[in-house]
């Protein structure tokens, strides 16, 4: 009996032990699971931000990119708290494009209606990038959910895209046609992911086996060549920052190898390589405005292949060479010749100099390390990310208006951050 009674404590303390460690599991687990859950809202938010233009055909009013970007803000706010909403470094960086602004008003080359509409660019697509990138997000969930969006712009597309004779000998149209392509982009790119990683449940991969399918015969019949030179890059960087494991490493030697004596052939016989697609292509009944646009191109041989952008980069270096330290400041090149430059890296100097190109260059440098040094996920999306936002800017648009580009920058600077954390935790 006394045996009993003296064991009786140590029973009721071993069960307060298991009560406790229970208490601890089940609530790792609602911690985990609130976690996941709000990574997965956070990468619905990254999807929407990316998806405004799909969202602008779906629900066609004034300014819906502007709301949807308000809105989007709300809710990550709302799902994340306030608190360290921007880190130091893009605190820094917002900071300096404000002070960039003022300065440029003190130049007589600048443009205050096209001063006005840069800043109002920035202030809300940039800054919104900023915030949504300087929380974790769950990236598969970017994916999955651009390619669900896609489907809700079905019928637009369908009723734009295959009920009309569009050609890009129409200036009008073909403008139209750029726009539409480039939108295309990134739901292509997403779907592909979704179709191609075993993280996606399988009835995922099916159904996004049909916006693939639609949206890719929309860019061959349809594109101009920029979007698909985006599709180029992204399966080129993909290939190229592959990491196989050690025993599989001549996969990528061979596929690599591969594709450079395709290219090389390709580039030699172009105007042959072109024919057949060609001729393939009207096999089957399809037209590709692409492969037409080259061919005449190739035909006429008198350096159209940039489509008159050779003039506009003429102008631009020539405003280079006025104040290639300081730069002309914001807009200057656009009020006074009336359109943008079509080149980041030439936009960049011509409106900030070599200083601000200086601290480009630099992110690129950073992007690159990344891609190398990063795990699969990471690389992932900045192969997606490089592909939809910089191979544009390279050739068209203009850096002020791109949710892309400043995601991309708020991306890598999030990427940045999070190594020097890293590293002082160790």
Not at 119 to 136: C, M, N, P, Q
Request: hydrophobic share 50%; aromatic share 14%; proline share 2%.
């Amino acid at each position: 009996m006394t045996n009993i009674v003296v064991g009786i404590p140590k029973f009721i303390e071993k069960i307060n032990l298991y009560i406790r460690k229970l208490n601890i599991q089940i609530k790792g687990r609602h911690i985990k699971h609130y976690k996941n859950m709000t990574e997965e809202i956070n990468g619905l938010l990254v999807a929407l931000f990316l998806s405004t233009g799909i969202i602008g055909w779906i629900i066609p009013i004034n300014n819906i990119s502007v709301l949807c970007t308000i809105l989007i803000t709300c809710i990550y706010i709302l799902n994340n708290g306030t608190k360290n909403i921007l880190s130091k470094d893009k605190f820094v960086f917002i900071i300096c494009v404000f002070v960039w602004f003022i300065l440029s008003t003190f130049n007589k080359n600048v443009y205050l209606d096209t001063w006005g509409k840069y800043l109002l660019y920035f202030i809300v697509f940039g800054i919104t990038a900023f915030i949504i990138t300087e929380k974790t997000f769950n990236k598969n969930a970017v994916y999955k959910y651009i390619m669900l969006l896609s489907f809700l712009a079905l019928p637009y597309m369908i009723s734009k895209q295959f009920f009309m004779n569009h050609s890009y000998k129409n200036p009008e149209q073909s403008v139209e046609i750029m726009i539409m392509s480039y939108t295309i982009i990134p739901i292509i790119l997403a779907c592909f992911q979704v179709i191609s990683s075993k993280e996606f449940k399988k009835g995922y991969r099916i159904v996004a086996i049909i916006p693939f399918i639609i949206y890719m015969f929309l860019i061959i019949s349809k594109s101009s060549r920029g979007p698909i030179l985006a599709l180029v890059v992204y399966f080129l960087l993909r290939v190229l920052f592959y990491k196989p494991s050690k025993d599989k490493i001549w996969i990528k030697i061979t596929i690599i190898l591969v594709l450079t004596i395709s290219i090389v052939l390709c580039c030699v016989f172009m105007e042959q390589v072109l024919t057949t697609v060609k001729n393939v292509l009207d096999s089957m009944s399809i037209d590709s405005m692409f492969v037409d646009r080259m061919l005449q191109v190739l035909e006429e041989g008198d350096g159209s292949i940039l489509s008159g952008r050779d003039e506009i980069y003429k102008e631009a270096l020539d405003e280079i060479s006025h104040s290639f330290i300081w730069g002309n400041g914001i807009g200057a090149f656009e009020g006074k010749y009336g359109h943008y430059v079509h080149n980041v890296v030439l936009q960049i100097i011509c409106e900030g100099g070599i200083i601000c190109i200086g601290y480009f260059i630099y992110l690129l440098y950073y992007l690159i390390r990344f891609l190398i040094t990063e795990k699969k996920e990471e690389v992932t999306f900045l192969c997606f990310m490089t592909s939809i936002a910089l191979v544009q800017l390279m050739i068209s648009s203009y850096y002020w208006s791109s949710l892309k580009f400043w995601l991309l920058i708020g991306y890598i600077i999030y990427l940045k951050n999070r190594k020097k954390e890293e590293k002082i935790s160790k």
